[in-house]
């Protein structure tokens, strides 16, 4: 018998596996609603100016393609590194933070689970119900227990708030909570600052350790909104984790770019895990691609690039935000029984719609793509499409 002969499927993955659909479908008016990706108003994926621009320089500058320190570009880890603690940042100049290049925000969170898994051996993972679905098998399979912590709640179409306080106040010390710092995927429910507040004296309190998962900086309220939260958990003292990725932010997503970053309580103690952080990246792929990184450093250090950067990410957040207020707008016309004006209030790419399962099955008989659970990319929507989409949603209802 062959070696790998009783070897089982694998289970398909389900955001893939309708794309896949999707793909198949004849339809010439088909809408894919269950991606992940930002998409412009002509349904396209966005190549962005700055994006271009710095690309431009590189290829001038025509550079050997030698290896990169294995904890990636200098240039690249100084400039995401002040993108999310602020520059000029205390633990920036006290040199108590250390931030790794990562294979997007997927690696990113795959360095930390491996160099918490050495650390914290003994400890257990908490991810929100429900969480971006890679979550739980990314942490399951660096060898930790993941368990939920009570979040969003069907019938506000909001977070439960008093659930959440109550699932961080029973975890042990030591335990590892994975936080969506914006734009919540799946759900596009976030915490208010004040809620934040309370999250972080919880965390400080129980003597959790915080993973900052930050995939949306910028599509929420801004990049420097967005970020703010990660600033409050340092001011609140403790260990600090956070990937972050600039996939969806520079719409970048084959060139998986992303950083994880790590607070420790001295420079010398930054020192030695940043040392524990090379092993882990070393021992898995040895150091990341030079290409994304020079990218992305080119244009958070160059202030015009970095203006247009700013400028057009404000451009893809104000858009879904007016995709939101269009939806919400045209279903109220034509459902009118159905109140969706909690689309208004999520934030990000996101939204948990209400939709079921057997709604979301209808939708695809009429070849609008849509998540199971009710899940729609806001981002795939578009002044030509929407209609389409809130006629076929009316009639499903
Ligand atoms: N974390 C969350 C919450 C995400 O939604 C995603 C991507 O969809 C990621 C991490 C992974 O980002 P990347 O594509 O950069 O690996």
Not at 10 to 17: F, K, N, S, T, V
Not at 24 to 37: E, H, S
Request: one cysteine or more.
């Amino acid at each position: 018998a062959s070696l790998f002969g009783a070897i089982d499927m694998a289970p398909r993955d389900p955001i893939l596996g309708i794309t896949e659909a999707f793909n198949a479908d004849t339809n010439p008016a088909k809408i894919n609603l269950g991606v992940g990706v930002y998409y412009d108003d002509g349904g396209k994926v966005p190549l962005l100016q700055c994006v271009q621009k710095a690309e431009a320089k590189l290829i001038e500058q025509l550079s050997p393609r030698t290896y990169l320190p294995i904890e990636g570009l200098a240039a690249y880890d100084k400039a995401v590194q002040e993108l999310v603690f602020g520059a000029g940042s205390a633990v920036i100049q006290e040199k108590r933070a250390v931030t790794v290049q990562a294979l997007g925000g997927t690696g990113a969170l795959k360095i930390g689970a491996d160099f918490l898994k050495r650390f914290s051996p003994n400890s257990e993972v908490f991810i929100s119900d429900p969480s971006w679905e890679n979550h739980r098998a990314l942490f399951e399979s660096a060898g930790f227990i993941v368990n939920n912590y009570t979040y969003y709640d069907a019938q506000t179409h909001g977070v439960n708030f008093e659930g959440m306080l109550d699932s961080l106040r029973k975890m042990d010390a030591g335990s590892i909570v994975l936080l969506h710092a914006c734009c919540h995927n799946p759900t596009g429910a976030d915490l208010t600052q004040e809620q934040w507040g309370q999250v972080i004296e919880a965390v400080k309190q129980g003597g959790l350790i915080p993973f900052l998962d930050m995939a949306y900086q910028g599509f929420g309220a801004g990049i420097a909104e967005d970020g703010a939260v990660v600033g409050r958990f340092v001011d609140a003292g403790g260990p600090l984790l956070v990937s972050n990725s600039f996939s969806k932010s520079f719409s970048l997503y084959g060139e998986r770019v992303g950083a994880l970053s790590v607070v420790a309580s001295s420079a010398d103690e930054a020192a030695r895990l940043l040392s524990q952080l090379k092993r882990v990246v070393r021992t898995n792929y040895s150091s990341p691609p030079t290409h994304s990184g020079k990218v992305v450093a080119m244009v958070l250090s160059t202030p015009e690039l970095r203006q247009l950067w700013e400028d057009e990410l404000a451009g893809m957040r104000v858009r879904i935000k007016q995709m939101r207020e269009a939806l919400v707008e045209k279903l109220a016309q034509k459902a009118p029984g159905r109140d969706f004006a909690f689309v208004r209030e999520q934030v990000g790419m996101f939204s948990y719609s209400g939709l079921t399962k057997e709604q979301v099955g209808k939708l695809r008989e009429e070849s609008i793509y849509a998540v199971d659970t009710g899940r729609i990319c806001v981002a795939a929507l578009n002044s030509k499409n929407i209609d389409l989409v809130v006629d076929a949603i009316a009639k499903v209802l």
